[in-house]
């Protein structure tokens, strides 16, 4: 079955303590990308990624970082975690940004700093 | 930037077709329109996708003028559960990017 799998599905932490969410597809997609959502907020992306070794920032960044060594997987890593960083996230994945531009949604990872 | 215009709620009961409207004015030349559903805490979920005059699926038509400037989205005889959040995207011109705007919260009453 096609999908986007996260891992966990529900994270509660605390302030600093490093935390990585996966994120995981099994169509071969080319880009990646993470979103968060907010109330009154809607869908921010944070990251993305083209390829393979190949991210690049979205509208919200900061306090996230991501990696790419695989083309299946793209975990995203917050360093030193704090409260602003509470939010519903989704990780997605297409065959192109462009042409084709289906994205396929992960089932969200509801984090939880206190 | 393209950016993407769309009424902020709609109503509708049950049964009836509901017509969402989305204006993108400076879409690019090749670029196509999708239109996504979201529920409550759960990922968009992709609709329809159309580059110019009509496109149907099992669950929408999407209408596209020449101009390409707008789309509308129709669902035909809409239940309970259509009631979601209902987002147009078109790709960011100035790179990569996608950008989701606030989307259109469609209630469908009894």
């Known amino acids: 079955e096609a999908q986007v799998t996260q891992n966990p599905r529900y994270l509660i932490t605390v302030t600093g303590k490093k935390l990585t969410v996966t994120c995981s597809q099994n169509?071969?997609?080319?880009?990646m990308s993470w979103y968060r959502q907010d109330p009154g907020l809607g869908l921010r992306q944070i990251y993305y990624?083209?390829?393979?070794?190949?991210?690049d920032k979205g509208d919200v960044p900061e306090g996230y970082k991501v990696s790419r060594k695989e083309k299946r997987n793209f975990p995203l890593i917050l360093e030193s975690p704090s409260p602003n960083q509470t939010s519903l996230y989704f990780c997605?994945?297409?065959?192109?940004?462009?042409?084709?531009?289906?994205?396929?949604f992960g089932p969200g990872t509801r984090l939880t700093v206190t | 930037l393209a950016k993407t215009t769309q009424p902020i709620s709609m109503d509708s009961y049950e049964g009836q077709e509901v017509n969402i409207t989305c204006s993108h004015n400076?879409?690019?030349?090749?670029?196509?329109i999708t239109w996504y559903q979201q529920f409550p805490s759960q990922g968009p979920r992709f609709i329809i996708q159309?580059?110019?005059t009509k496109v149907t699926n099992e669950v929408a038509s999407l209408f596209i003028p020449a101009d390409r400037k707008s789309s509308t989205l129709s669902l035909p005889r809409v239940s309970l559960s259509d009631t979601a959040v209902y987002y147009c995207?078109?790709?960011?011109?100035?790179?990569?990017?996608?950008?989701f705007g606030a989307g259109t919260r469609l209630f469908v009453k009894a």
């Open positions: 997605a994945s297409s065959f192109s940004s462009r042409e084709g531009y289906e994205q396929y």
């Open positions: 990624s083209m390829n393979v070794e190949v991210t």
């Open positions: 400076n879409i690019a030349t090749n670029d196509y």
């Open positions: 995207l078109v790709p960011y011109t100035g790179g990569f990017k996608t950008i």
């Open positions: 159309g580059y110019k």
């Open positions: 169509m071969n997609h080319e880009y």
